[in-house]
């Protein structure tokens, strides 16, 4: 037997493999993707039945619907590499879907009647701005595949600090340059993406710090805040790991994970300094 070509015939099986793993993952996301449409629409029509027992009103429900819309119509463009505009959409979506379910679940299932600490909600709605901001930074650097363009942690060969590659960078129209093997080419405007995400990073979890340390006293607030504290240290740790580990996809699914967990416990924080009447 020839043994180079039993080393073609591995390399062969292996590349079919990985195929047949690509085909089953969009086959499941898509089961996955009808299922959770389905359960929107069914809980759009409920609201819509029982629209003065809800507490959330009709807003939450009616951008559930229009994001589910959104997301449908995006899902016939998710397999194109070249366009970040359209990952950042689907990402986006779906963290605004995670967030509004959460909202609805929290207030449709505890009343709060009064602040526990005056001001504090408006620095949780700061924390929350901080949060969603840094996820949209986030996302566009996924989505253009720069997260390894700066292989170190508080350097990016200072190609950063070029006001020309931020405006190449986060030029929404932009496409991603592929080789011919189908790889993305390396930019000088990606380890803008990078490092602006990475600074933004440390700024958010500086006020959350802060944030939690002023509110943890508060015994309605501390377990909220505790959790939050957590994930925000959590992505710092899973963060600078990926960079050391070179991006394995195991740490990229932690990190969006744990960036989503962030955003529930912000949103849980302002439920519970947001007083609410019961349904009438």
């Not at 047949?20 to 086959?27: D, E, N, S, Y």
């Not at 710092?236 to 790991?241: A, E, L």
Request: aromatic share 6%.
């Amino acid at each position: 037997m020839d043994p180079g070509g039993e080393k073609k015939g591995i390399t062969v099986l292996t590349e079919e493999g990985r195929d047949m793993a690509h085909r089953g993952a969009r086959l499941a996301h898509r089961y996955i993707a009808s299922a959770l449409g389905l359960f929107i629409v069914v809980l759009f029509a409920m609201s819509l039945r029982h629209k003065g027992q809800r507490r959330t009103g009709m807003a939450v429900p009616i951008a559930l619907l229009l994001i589910t819309l959104f997301l449908s119509l995006l899902g016939y463009y998710t397999p194109t590499r070249d366009a970040p505009l359209i990952t950042m959409g689907n990402l986006l979506g779906g963290m605004g879907m995670l967030g509004l379910l959460w909202w609805m679940m929290q207030r449709n299932a505890e009343i709060i009647v009064s602040d526990p600490l005056p001001g504090a909600k408006r620095l949780v709605l700061i924390a929350l701005g901080l949060v969603v901001l840094q996820m949209i930074l986030g996302g566009w650097s996924s989505a253009n595949y720069a997260s390894s363009a700066c292989t170190d942690v508080l350097g990016c060969e200072s190609a950063w600090l070029s006001a020309s590659h931020y405006l190449d960078g986060y030029d929404p129209l932009r496409s991603i340059e592929l080789d011919a093997s189908g790889k993305v080419v390396q930019e000088s405007a990606l380890g803008a993406l990078t490092m602006t995400h990475r600074g933004f990073a440390l700024l958010t979890a500086a006020y959350l710090a802060w944030l939690v340390r002023k509110l943890r006293p508060v015994k309605e607030l501390r377990a909220s805040a505790v959790a939050t504290s957590v994930f925000s240290i959590g992505l710092i740790v899973v963060g600078v790991s990926m960079i050391w580990l070179d991006m394995p996809l195991l740490m990229l699914s932690l990190h969006n994970t744990l960036a989503a967990c962030l955003l529930l416990g912000c949103i849980q924080l302002l439920h519970r300094l947001t007083p609410v009447q019961a349904p009438q």
